[in-house]
């Protein structure tokens, strides 16, 4: 049986298809899986590592853009789509699980004119314009969060949860911290990740920056910070006293991200759709600094509500230094909170998508 797999854009529409096709292998080892992406995008580098084949294709957003920009980005869709097209028609898959994220857009218009069943997952809480647009094309929906079916067809919708990688489960925080090299670090101080994605968040960066000698006071830090800013956040470290820059974990970028949710004790990241999965997958509170002119809001309002994370606005991030602390120094409201999230994790969530999309395939 052959199977496309898409979404891209960011890791949190990258990984679910991933972990899907993991779960999908165990199924049926005979599939033949191909993940299309955008060309040039990181799911080009994230998918061939991860082993899967991959095929990209032209594919840009089209949100809060210039008008220029936009009929370029319309453009480069519409290339997209037909690029898509022909691999479809060579590939000839059974059918499609699209992700959502620009890159999945061509994509799934294709197969709906070649006539094939598409699946569509919504990683967040409300759907993109990406997703909204993917509706029309959708055979089946699935979806993280009963909160989600608010703004989905319910007819054709399931809730499966988020699907995480196996690594996400399988780590032990000792093996984590061990890896990491945390292994020295005492009980009592708590280890703090910070990370503002794959490329790295300007506003949390320095914010961090502003704090970090309290921050090494308080807690042993994992920063990952994005390779555009690790240069200049080096230079600061390295102005630290010895103990201080010991406590200091500093990565530009970090493959081994499993490892740091498991060995740290809170953190502190955007609420992009990975964290309505990873985060609950290995327990991690957090404070949440949403994007700006994203839809990242209402996954940490979601979070928030439930008792797992804090909310912290962007504009607020600023004030991170005191609230991390009000939460590491209150033993009692951490607990709390990492019961919270670990409630939410659906560790079922990629095999059952992977069902569905062999049901979705008959």
Known sequence: MKLVFTGG???????PGLSVAEALRSLRPDAELLYIGRAGGAEERIVPAAGLEFAGVPAAGLRGKSPVSMLRGVWLLLRGAVRAYRLLGEFRPRA????GGYASVPVAAAAFARRMPVLVFLPDIQPGWAVRFLMRFATRMATTSDAAL???????????????????????????RDRLGLGDVPPNRPVLLVTGGSSGSRDINRAVARHLPQFLRLCELIHVSGPPFEPELRQLAGRLPPELQARYHLHGYLDDMPAAMAAADLAVTRAGASALGELPATGLPAVLVPGPFSDQQRNARYL????????????????VYGVVQGILTAPARLATMRRA???????DAAVSLATLLLETAR
Do not use: C, W
């Open 96 to 99: 499609v699980f699209a992700t």
């Open 150 to 176: 608010a703004y989905l067809p319910r007819k054709k919708t399931q809730v499966t949860g988020y699907p995480i990688r196996d690594a996400f489960r399988s780590i032990t925080r000792t093996a984590a």
């Open 341 to 347: 999230m670990t409630a939410l994790a659906r560790p």
């Open 9 to 15: 854009g960011t890791g949190g529409h990258v990984y």
């Open 304 to 319: 928030a509500e439930l008792g797992a994370a804090v909310l912290l606005p962007n504009d607020e991030v600023e004030d």
